[in-house]
């Protein structure tokens, strides 16, 4: 059975960059599961969409990302060892944010679960790094809109880790700091593996 970390944080806060060297985090101990890249491939498959931000636009996307989180979740729940699941704790379409995660989503890996972490960084870190960002074409949004994601997110983090009965950690990714915070990762890690 797999053991299960969600590692979630506001686009651009920085939660891709620090598991992007998973070896140096969990010494090789764990597997990395994308939700938003394993979405995508769903997407090509059924539509040819390869761009992870043009997947909103899809027709009854509610339902049909239910069903593909669903299959997603399902294969992490059968792997074995220590899995990271990097995942969004809400997702925004325009002026909507609605939860990253359903209860029915949670509920696939409840015996599995063993903590959330939630990576953040300031607002005025995360609107430099989404400018930097060139791979992605994301949404122009104020500070105030960030400050309000950042706050739903650490709620939803919080709900989750209540319906989980697990334990909820707050990893700040400070600029230039990134060796850092992996190194703060690494130490919740250890009491889990």
């Excluded at 070896?23 to 101990?29: L, V």
């Excluded at 809400?90 to 944010?97: A, F, V, Y």
């Excluded at 609605?98 to 989503?105: C, E, T």
Aim: a negative charge; one cysteine or more; charged letters at 30%.
């Amino acid at each position: 059975m797999a053991n299960v970390v969600f590692v979630f944080g506001t686009p651009g806060a920085g939660k891709s960059s620090t598991l992007s060297e998973l070896e140096n985090i969990a010494n090789g101990k764990a597997a990395k599961v994308n939700i938003g890249d394993e979405m995508l491939k769903l997407a090509q498959k059924e539509f040819g969409i390869t761009d992870r931000d043009a997947m909103r636009k899809i027709n009854n996307y509610a339902e049909i990302s239910e069903r593909w989180r669903q299959e997603i979740l399902e294969s992490i729940a059968r792997q074995e060892g220590l899995v990271l699941v990097d995942t969004h704790a809400s997702i925004k379409s325009e002026s909507r944010l609605s939860p990253g995660l359903s209860f029915s989503d949670l509920d696939l890996l409840k015996g599995s679960a063993k903590a959330i972490v939630y990576i953040d960084a300031s607002t005025e870190e995360i609107i430099a790094r989404r400018q930097r960002d060139t791979t992605r074409k994301r949404e122009q949004e104020t500070p105030e809109d960030i400050d309000l994601q950042r706050s739903i997110n650490l709620a939803m983090c919080s709900l989750f880790s209540a319906y989980l009965n697990i334990p909820l950690y707050v990893i700040h990714n400070r600029e230039g700091k990134l060796e850092e915070t992996r190194k703060q990762l690494a130490k919740v890690l250890e009491g889990l593996v």
